[in-house]
């Protein structure tokens, strides 16, 4: 382990003939998106090793909700993974929801996965549009932004926030849907089917940007399943872990859709199974808008709850991979420990093995389509 | 001379497709009203908020200076932050009966993180959202705020 101080005397001491070189990308790089810190030591231009130093964004989040009820903990991991706030709450609402032994009425279960699902295409439209900023291409980020914004706009309208929502309860939802929500929602599908070739001529089928993409950064499936990589960057490398398919919660098991794999594992794989799962996520939404059931958005629970004593656990589908929660319960109103799984940390643990030996240069494209959010990775 | 070829054909097959790229950046060039960026703060005056849109908690008071809080804590105790403090005072009623009342809802802005939990919790439904999003402000203290008015009381028939 470095201190800080090494770090800097071995980053001004790296000699260029031909000695090793450290260098420091981060914290405060904009190509780390986020207050990561990596230890890059280099031949030349080649990467020799790479040592992510954590904790900038450590706000000891399952320490927190130690002390919180099982109402009130349910808001700070909207503040883990901020880019799937939704899919967060909906994971942690899903484990009191077991331990409670509450049965979620239809309609709240629908809210929920059209919720999750818009959440995950706002995600990788975001990630899309920064993704080609780290390449050098600015102007996909506009066009990126315009999509989202839509879909913030459908949230705002609905839960009240646009970022850290806090919508899913244990029980249900908080409100009801706005009147305006199908409207809306429809108007936004029509739009992004139209508008997402765009993307297919500004990025996706631009040789320049394949070139870079491509070969790079592969991550084997046997690594992938090492590492306990999850989500889009496993399913890149071939690995079938879509929790939506192998553990379906709430309604996905009735739901038509993919699993998106692809089997190169580099770069460019990760890119199209997150170009590819907006497709899927839209079709799931079109399944849905039109048959909301009816009735309440919210089951009858307790103004205080508390859950037997015992262990839970729960887990969901973020837009990054998998999300677990896990809660060991004391039988008082608030958790004996938290922890959650989250699926950032895993993917960067092998941001080292898949970067060594590649250029310098190539990093950007193998770390932007890991999709690292960092206070999910440290949090 | 393959490799001259195919390296020939990648810049072509390069520069054909940054042109695709930029025929799609050109387009929305000619066309200004396909672009949505609003200008923010010239557009204050149009800017629609939607009604759920949560900014600050307020206490609503009607024209009579009276609100529904019967300074219950329910909010004090749901909220995540310590963000509310109630201080409640005893009012004696008509018949001689001692009653608990609220003297003053402190609520500190600094510390909201507007999850919303303080209004589902509130039984009167007291409290609300407001849409206010601009809150910066020079001085710290500025940002811990009374809710309830001076010389405000609770509303007739709220238990
Ligand atoms: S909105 Fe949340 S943080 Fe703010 S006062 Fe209410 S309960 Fe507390
Ligand atoms: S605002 Fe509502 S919950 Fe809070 S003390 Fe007043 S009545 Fe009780």
């Given at each position: 382990?470095?201190?800080?101080?090494?770090?800097?005397?071995e980053?001004?001491?790296?000699?260029?003939?031909?000695?090793?070189?450290?260098?420091?990308?981060?914290?405060?790089?904009?190509?780390?998106?986020?207050?990561?810190?990596?230890?890059?030591?280099?031949?030349?231009?080649?990467?020799?090793?790479?040592?992510?130093?954590?904790?900038?964004?450590?706000?000891?989040?399952?320490?927190?909700?130690?002390?919180l009820?099982?109402r009130?903990?349910?808001?700070?991991?909207?503040?883990?993974?901020?880019?799937?706030?939704?899919?967060?709450?909906?994971?942690?609402?899903l484990?009191?929801?077991?331990?409670?032994?509450?049965?979620?009425?239809?309609?709240?279960?629908?809210?929920?996965v059209l919720?999750?699902?818009?959440?995950?295409?706002?995600?990788?439209?975001?990630?899309?549009?920064?993704?080609?900023m780290?390449?050098?291409a600015?102007?996909?980020?506009?066009?990126?932004?315009?999509?989202?914004?839509?879909?913030?706009?459908?949230?705002?309208?609905?839960?009240g926030?646009?970022?850290?929502?806090?919508?899913?309860?244990?029980?249900?939802?908080?409100?009801?849907?706005?009147?305006?929500?199908?409207?809306?929602?429809?108007?936004?599908?029509?739009?992004?089917?139209?508008?997402?070739?765009?993307?297919?001529?500004?990025?996706?089928?631009?040789?320049?940007?394949?070139?870079?993409?491509?070969?790079?950064?592969?991550?084997?499936k046997?690594?992938?399943?090492s590492?306990?990589?999850?989500?889009?960057?496993?399913?890149?490398?071939?690995?079938?872990c879509?929790?939506?398919?192998?553990?379906?919660?709430?309604?996905?098991?009735?739901?038509?859709?993919?699993?998106?794999?692809?089997?190169?594992?580099d770069?460019?794989?990760?890119?199209?199974?997150?170009?590819?799962?907006?497709?899927?996520?839209?079709?799931?939404?079109?399944?849905l808008?039109?048959?909301?059931?009816?009735?309440?958005?919210?089951?009858?629970?307790?103004?205080?709850?508390?859950?037997?004593?015992?262990?839970?656990?729960?887990?969901?589908?973020?837009?990054?991979?998998e999300?677990?929660?896990?809660?060991?319960?004391?039988?008082?109103?608030?958790?004996?420990?938290i922890?959650?799984?989250?699926?950032g940390?895993?993917?960067?643990?092998?941001?080292?093995?898949?970067?060594?030996?590649?250029?310098?240069?190539?990093?950007?494209?193998?770390?932007?389509?890991?999709?690292?959010v960092i206070?999910?990775?440290?949090? | 001379m393959?490799?001259?070829?195919?390296?020939?054909?990648?810049?072509?097959?390069?520069?054909?497709?940054?042109?695709?790229?930029?025929?799609?950046?050109?387009?929305?060039?000619?066309?200004?009203?396909?672009?949505?960026?609003?200008?923010?703060?010239?557009?204050?005056?149009?800017?629609?908020?939607?009604?759920?849109f949560?900014?600050?908690?307020?206490?609503?008071?009607?024209e009579?200076?009276?609100?529904?809080?019967?300074?219950?804590?329910?909010?004090?105790?749901a909220?995540?932050?310590?963000?509310?403090?109630?201080?409640?005072?005893?009012?004696?009623?008509?018949?001689?009966?001692?009653?608990?009342?609220?003297?003053?809802?402190?609520?500190?802005?600094?510390?909201?993180?507007?999850?919303?939990?303080?209004?589902?919790?509130?039984?009167?439904?007291?409290?609300?959202?407001?849409?206010?999003?601009?809150?910066?402000?020079?001085?710290?203290?500025?940002?811990?705020?009374?809710?309830?008015?001076?010389?405000?009381?609770?509303r007739?028939?709220?238990?």
């Amino acid at each position: 382990m470095y201190s800080e101080t090494q770090i800097l005397k071995e980053a001004s001491a790296g000699d260029i003939d031909g000695g090793e070189l450290v260098i420091n990308v981060g914290p405060q790089h904009p190509a780390t998106h986020g207050v990561l810190h990596l230890v890059i030591t280099l031949q030349g231009e080649t990467i020799k090793k790479i040592e992510p130093h954590l904790g900038y964004i450590h706000r000891s989040i399952e320490k927190m909700c130690e002390s919180l009820s099982y109402r009130q903990f349910i808001y700070v991991t909207s503040r883990m993974d901020y880019l799937s706030a939704h899919i967060n709450n909906h994971a942690c609402a899903l484990c009191v929801e077991k331990g409670l032994q509450v049965e979620v009425p239809p309609r709240a279960k629908v809210i929920r996965v059209l919720m999750d699902e818009l959440t995950r295409i706002a995600s990788h439209e975001l990630w899309l549009g920064a993704m080609a900023m780290d390449l050098g291409a600015f102007t996909p980020f506009f066009y990126a932004f315009r999509e989202r914004e839509a879909i913030n706009e459908i949230m705002e309208e609905t839960c009240g926030a646009r970022l850290t929502m806090n919508y899913m309860v244990p029980g249900g939802v908080m409100f009801d849907l706005h009147p305006n929500f199908q409207k809306k929602v429809k108007a936004f599908i029509t739009q992004f089917k139209k508008k997402v070739v765009e993307f297919d001529d500004l990025v996706t089928n631009n040789i320049i940007f394949q070139n870079r993409m491509k070969g790079i950064g592969v991550l084997s499936k046997e690594d992938a399943i090492s590492y306990g990589c999850t989500g889009p960057v496993a399913r890149a490398s071939g690995v079938h872990c879509d929790i939506r398919k192998i553990y379906p919660y709430e309604i996905y098991d009735q739901l038509e859709f993919d699993e998106i794999t692809e089997s190169a594992g580099d770069s460019f794989a990760r890119y199209m199974v997150r170009v590819r799962e907006m497709h899927q996520s839209a079709k799931i939404i079109e399944q849905l808008i039109d048959n909301i059931p009816e009735g309440d958005y919210q089951a009858k629970t307790k103004a205080v709850l508390k859950l037997p004593k015992g262990e839970f656990y729960s887990r969901v589908e973020t837009a990054r991979g998998e999300l677990g929660v896990y809660i060991v319960s004391e039988g008082g109103t608030t958790p004996y420990r938290i922890k959650f799984r989250s699926p950032g940390f895993s993917n960067l643990s092998a941001l080292d093995h898949i970067a060594r030996g590649g250029k310098i240069g190539d990093l950007m494209a193998t770390m932007g389509t890991l999709d690292l959010v960092i206070p999910d990775i440290d949090r | 001379m393959a490799f001259i070829k195919q390296y020939i054909s990648e810049v072509f097959g390069a520069v054909r497709s940054l042109w695709k790229g930029m025929r799609t950046t050109g387009r929305y060039f000619v066309r200004p009203k396909e672009i949505i960026t609003q200008q923010y703060p010239d557009n204050r005056d149009t800017l629609v908020l939607p009604e759920r849109f949560r900014g600050e908690v307020v206490m609503p008071h009607d024209e009579n200076n009276e609100h529904a809080c019967t300074g219950c804590t329910a909010c004090e105790l749901a909220c995540p932050n310590g963000t509310i403090k109630i201080i409640t005072k005893f009012d004696i009623t008509p018949e001689g009966k001692k009653k608990k009342a609220l003297d003053t809802f402190i609520y500190h802005l600094e510390l909201c993180t507007m999850c919303n939990l303080c209004i589902e919790a509130c039984p009167t439904d007291a409290i609300k959202m407001a849409k206010n999003f601009e809150h910066s402000v020079y001085d710290r203290s500025k940002l811990t705020k009374r809710l309830n008015k001076p010389g405000s009381k609770i509303r007739e028939g709220i238990e």
